[in-house]
């Protein structure tokens, strides 16, 4: 991403949709996942957090986490020099000023990101579990370095760490057409090698629903999630880049693309 370049303006339209999993419904507790989407100058963010449902203030941490991304942005913005370890280290710091004075570990959460610039570049990170894919135009890839048929499966999130290395990061370069985020309640349930109609699903049948129609099918999709016997709190959310025209539709059936059933 080049910070404080013009370049040609892209259209980026964001959306996601977050619901409790069976488990927290039947036990009357709260929704342990958070994501949110906001603007910081010409810039466009999109953030999920997964609380770790072991930890007493999971739904604090992870709600904190989606504020901190936002805030980080907004200074890391004003400083066109500073690399992307800067804003990771300023996640951290106003991470644990939003959910003090709670001890960190009480709230400890995923957390992943993407910052999307004026021109359509960018970059994306992640910290813990989950999924966040990037269709850069030609393919869809994983940003993950471990785990079973490529997923990322290691505990780890804001308040279990500090060390900047334990982050995941990539450039989203000039071209790219969706970023997906998913918590693992959903990432857990998805094939690997049908990601990318996963993506044209998300991108397609689902994006071209006028708001509200978009949010609410997208959140009953995930109440009627397929994988049987599904216990987790769900959220999806993805940033499109580029104009509604702009859709490849790869093949297979599109309804429950991607999904163990």
Same mark, same amino acid.
């Given at each position: ?13 964001i ?26 100058g ?7 957090? #997964? ?5 007493? %203030?999971?739904?604090v941490?992870s !709600?904190? &986490?989606? $504020? *901190?991304?936002? +805030?980080?942005?907004r ?9 992307? #370890? ?5 996640? %951290?710091?106003?991470?644990?000023? !939003?959910? &003090?004075? $709670? *001890?960190?570990? +009480?709230?400890?959460?995923?957390c ?64 790219s057409?969706s ?11 998805l ?46 959310a ?15 059936d ?8």
């Amino acid at each position: 991403m080049i910070r404080g370049h013009r370049r040609k303006t892209a259209t980026v339209d964001i959306f996601g949709a977050t619901v409790r999993g069976p488990a927290h419904v039947a036990n009357g507790l709260p929704n342990q996942d958070a994501w949110c989407q906001a603007r910081t100058g010409n810039h466009r963010v999109v953030v999920v957090s #997964d609380g770790m449902g072991s930890k007493p %203030h999971a739904d604090v941490g992870s !709600r904190a &986490a989606c $504020r *901190a991304v936002v +805030d980080a942005v907004r200074v890391w913005r004003r400083h066109p020099l500073a690399g992307t #370890d800067v804003l990771l280290g300023l996640v %951290h710091l106003l991470w644990r000023a !939003r959910i &003090a004075p $709670r *001890a960190q570990e +009480d709230c400890a959460c995923t957390c992943l990101f993407a910052v999307i610039a004026p021109d359509g570049a960018g970059v994306a990170a992640q910290l813990g579990d989950g999924l966040l894919a990037i269709d850069d135009g030609s393919s869809v890839s994983v940003l993950s370095s471990r785990g079973v048929e490529g997923f990322v499966n290691e505990t780890t999130g804001l308040g279990l760490t500090t060390r900047l290395a334990a982050w995941r990061t990539a450039a989203l370069p000039l071209g790219s057409r969706s970023i997906v985020l998913c918590t693992d309640g959903v990432s857990d349930d998805l094939i690997a090698e049908k990601i990318p109609e996963f993506v044209d699903w998300l991108r397609g049948e689902v994006r071209t629903k006028r708001e509200p129609q978009r949010r609410h099918f997208l959140a009953r999709s995930l109440r009627e999630w397929p994988t049987p016997k599904h216990l987790d709190d769900k959220t999806i959310a993805i940033a499109c880049i580029g104009p509604l025209a702009s859709i490849r539709k790869r093949g297979g059936d599109q309804s429950n693309a991607g999904r163990r059933r």
